[in-house]
């Protein structure tokens, strides 16, 4: 099979991509229980089925063992051996190297990768970055300088999160169901395309969502019939 062609790399453009990936039944493997294990375990045991490897845990991560919401390993990383190691590593989809010790971080970011397992570093940019983002219901936006500066990605998820409020979730919940409905009266993609752009440039019902939502859903309807 013919290699695909080299992507010529720019040193001044920021070489990551967004990707949502489905997290369900995947195992993150996170190395280190402190605060930075915490974190990550807290960002990712709603979404996968998360392994906590270290020799001790913080107060929550242990409310957490407790409450089976992690899987805790008890191991002095320092003193694993590279089989250990990529054991750890055997059923990972994504691992995080989250010690203190950045030697160590570098070792596992390594064997992660010899695994062609997804890594993350927590002390720099390298393969995967895991960003900040905004959750709405259905409304999902992912935030990242790229590695490049933590504060910016921090003020701008504030500046975001002040802009949304409860009608973006509820916009979503209107334009799935009118967007179900109009499969089955209109044929044309671009035609319901057209009309759901509508629905959500109507002043009066953004407003509605707000106040009532079966209201809004009456005159989207009402605007979908008239199409």
């Known amino acids: 099979m013919t290699s695909p062609p080299a992507i010529p790399k720019d040193s001044d453009e920021n070489p990551y991509l967004p990707l949502l990936i489905d997290f369900t039944d995947k195992t993150v493997v996170i190395f280190g229980g ?3 294990g915490e974190r990550k375990a807290k960002r990712f045991s709603k979404k996968a089925q998360v392994t ?4 001790s845990l913080t107060p929550d991560l242990q409310k957490m063992e407790a409450d ?5 390993i008890k191991k002095d990383i320092s003193e694993l051996t590279d089989g250990e190691i990529f054991d750890c590593l055997s059923d990972a989809f994504l691992a995080i190297a989250a010690t203190s010790d950045s030697e160590i971080n570098q070792k596992i970011i390594s064997m992660a990768k010899t695994a062609g397992v997804l890594v993350n570093d927590t002390e720099k940019a390298d393969e995967v ?3 900040s983002f905004i959750e709405r219901g259905g409304l999902l936006i992912s935030i990242s300088s790229g590695g490049d500066s933590p504060a910016v990605t921090k003020y701008a998820r504030m500046a975001i999160e002040s802009a949304i409020g409860d009608d973006f979730e509820k916009m979503i919940e209107l334009q ?6 109009l499969k089955t009266v209109i044929p044309e993609q671009k035609k319901r395309q057209d009309i759901l752009w ?4 109507d002043d009066e019902i953004r407003r509605l969502l707000s106040a009532d939502f079966e209201k ?4 989207a309807l009402a605007k979908a019939k008239m199409n």
Request: proline share 3%; glycine share 4%.
């Open 198 to 201: 509508e629905i959500i440039n």
């Open 34 to 36: 402190g605060a930075v």
């Open 216 to 219: 809004a859903r009456e005159k």
């Open 68 to 72: 089976d919401s992690i899987l805790f």
């Open 52 to 55: 906590v490897v270290s020799s």
């Open 176 to 181: 799935s169901e009118m967007r179900e409905y």
């Open 129 to 131: 970055i895991i960003p």
